[in-house]
């Protein structure tokens, strides 16, 4: 069971109507960076393996290339799970910062 309502956040919808606003090509607004484009955090992040969770009876969510086990997954923003992200300086604070299951899952999913 899954509630993918508050994946409909304002941001989610910023970011639509946005897309109408300036065009699909543009990914500066207002002259920011548009966190919630995949493809800003992979400018930064497409090099890096991507390591298993620290809990090991937790499935883990990327493959090592920064792609996603669960084809579902790859629909969303990062930030919708790397909700912690806000702008592209968090060198120092996101590391060691987990994804809560909970905001799109009803529990933590387990390894089968
Ligand atoms: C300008 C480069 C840059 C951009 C753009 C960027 N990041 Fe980062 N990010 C970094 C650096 C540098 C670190 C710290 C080193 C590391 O852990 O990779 C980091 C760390 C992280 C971490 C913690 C990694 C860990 O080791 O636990 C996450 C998660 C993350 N970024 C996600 C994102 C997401 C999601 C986006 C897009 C919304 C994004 N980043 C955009 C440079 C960037
Ligand atoms: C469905 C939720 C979800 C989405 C979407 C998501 N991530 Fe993650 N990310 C995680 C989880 C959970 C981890 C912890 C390790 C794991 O389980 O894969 C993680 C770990 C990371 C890390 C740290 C990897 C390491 O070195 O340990 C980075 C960097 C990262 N994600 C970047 C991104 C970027 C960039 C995107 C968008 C292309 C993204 N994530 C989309 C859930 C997600
Ligand atoms: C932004 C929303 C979001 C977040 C956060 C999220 N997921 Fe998911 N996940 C989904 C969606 C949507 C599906 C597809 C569900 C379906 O088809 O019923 C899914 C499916 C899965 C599945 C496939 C089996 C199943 O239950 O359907 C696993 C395993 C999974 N997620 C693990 C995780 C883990 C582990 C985390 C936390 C580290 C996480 N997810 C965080 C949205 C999310």
């Known amino acids: ?3 993918i309502k508050r994946v409909l956040t304002p941001i989610t ?3 639509f109507v ?3 606003a300036f065009g699909f090509a543009s990914p500066v607004i207002a ?17 890096a393996d991507r390591d298993p969770p620290s809990d090991p009876n937790r499935p883990q ?6 792609g996603f ?3 579902s997954h790859a629909d969303f923003s990062c930030i919708d ?8 300086e968090h060198e120092d604070t996101a590391p060691g910062q987990e994804v809560d299951c909970l ?5 933590v999913p387990t390894k089968e």
């Open 1 to 3: 069971m899954i509630s």
């Open 13 to 15: 919808i910023a970011f």
């Open 18 to 20: 946005s897309m109408l």
């Open 31 to 47: 002259g920011d960076m548009d966190m919630s484009d995949n493809s800003i955090c992979m400018d930064c992040h497409e090099d």
């Open 61 to 66: 969510v990327h493959n090592p290339d920064g």
């Open 69 to 71: 086990f669960v084809e």
């Open 81 to 88: 799970c790397h909700t912690y992200i806000t702008n592209d």
């Open 103 to 107: 905001e799109c899952h009803d529990e």
